[in-house]
């Protein structure tokens, strides 16, 4: 794969490693949504197969990419703490044990803080060890570790927000089968950049935010929902979710029933006709590229940089528990908020998150991009 940054509109003065904060439209994208934008002063021409015919599209291409092999399990979301909100609805977990990684962003923990006062379930947070060496494999042992007869919900994600210490779900998983647990996957940090497959992880909801990895608009994302939840109850009632709802004229024929899969965890006005078509066309993309691609594509572009880092005394997380598309930068001493002030001096953007630099390159990068962060660092 080569580099994608005549797809994008970044000044060329910009130094952008910041992916995981937001990530930039691809011009394509933005093209779509001033056109949607622009349809709604003709609102005559939009019909009644509009409400459905992109949404569905939406839909099949994120099977696609997390190879769901069912289209009927995705919906539509306007953020992740709604799509968390359908999970802690449709849960029993009295006196049981939520497990939680130290740190999770916040839309992953407070659902969860309802259901220790609702049911009664305790959140169990595992933490990082102290040291920085094998942090990452002991952190994952101690996940492991955790999990036990009375875990009712592991609440992770496939890489953590704020540092990229990546989980080694196909593990979790089995071990979260064999005490009956749920596994429920943030995946708004990896899914888009970072290879996710459903069959193999077996997630019982992979919730993502669209803004991020998955190069869409902010307000709008996906979820999968599994077998787990095929009879749930949906935080909100809506008409588009029930049973006929593309029959417009039988509309007042109230339904009990609701759509099939995980339709009925859908969004009021799922159809958005300005996001709904700004996704589709970035997933489209994603797809088009391969999500293995993008992530070799950004192991290409910062290997040699990362390697120059560490020998300056640096410390990056082992490649066998991150991705190379989003990373902490740690040194002992270093004043993380002082350096990303120098570093925006010459126009390079990325997070501090903690006490590490949170670098977060994307297609649109190059190992040149990474050297410049590797100067100004040094």
């Known amino acids: 794969m080569k580099n994608q940054s005549a797809l994008f509109q970044l000044e060329e003065e910009v130094t ?9 439209l691809l011009t394509s994208v933005a093209a779509i949504g001033q056109e949607q934008v ?10 009644g197969d509009d409400f459905f015919t992109k949404v569905n599209k939406v839909k099949k291409e994120f099977d696609r990419l997390i190879n769901a092999q069912d289209s009927e399990r995705i919906a539509i979301i306007p953020s992740v703490s709604y799509g ?6 449709n849960v029993e977990v009295h006196n049981k044990e939520i497990l939680v990684v130290a740190e999770q962003f916040p839309s992953n923990i ?3 803080m309802e259901l220790e006062k ?3 379930a305790k959140i169990i947070t595992v933490s990082p060890p102290d040291s920085l060496e094998n942090r990452g494999r002991i952190w994952n042992e101690r996940v492991l570790k955790a999990i036990n007869k009375n875990t009712g919900i592991i609440a992770i994600s496939h890489t953590h927000w704020a540092d990229g210490t990546l989980f080694n779900l196909k593990e979790i998983r089995v071990k979260a089968t064999e005490v009956g647990a749920l596994l429920i996957i943030d995946g708004t940090q990896s899914v888009g950049a970072l290879p996710f497959d459903v069959q193999e992880i077996k997630p019982d909801a992979l919730i993502c935010a669209g803004y ?3 190069m869409g608009p902010y307000g709008i994302g996906v979820a999968y929902y599994g077998p787990a939840f095929d009879k749930g109850i949906p935080i909100e009632q809506n008409w588009i979710n029930r049973k006929d709802s593309e029959n417009f004229a039988g509309l007042v024929n109230y339904k009990e029933e609701y759509q099939p899969g995980a339709m009925r965890y859908s969004v009021g006005e799922q159809s958005n006709f300005i996001l709904v078509p700004m996704l589709l066309k970035s997933i489209q993309q ?6 293995s691609s993008i992530q070799a594509y950004c192991k290409s572009i910062t290997e040699r940089p990362l390697d120059v880092l560490k020998q300056k005394g640096y410390w990056v997380e082992d490649e066998s528990y991150r991705g190379a598309h989003l990373f902490g930068i740690r040194k002992e001493g270093m004043q993380v908020d002082e350096m990303k002030k120098e570093l925006e001096k010459h126009h390079i953007f990325v997070s501090i998150r903690g006490s590490s630099i949170r670098v977060s390159p994307n297609v649109y990068n190059t190992e040149e991009d990474m050297m410049k962060l590797v100067e100004v660092l040094n």
């Open 84 to 89: 968390l909100a359908n999970v802690v609805k």
């Open 38 to 47: 622009a349809a709604k002063l003709t609102p005559y021409k939009i019909s």
């Open 110 to 112: 407070y659902p969860w």
């Open 286 to 291: 994603l797809n088009t590229w391969g999500i």
């Open 212 to 214: 991020k990895w998955l």
């Open 118 to 120: 609702s049911q009664n």
């Open 16 to 24: 952008y490693l910041n992916g995981a904060f937001m990530s930039p």
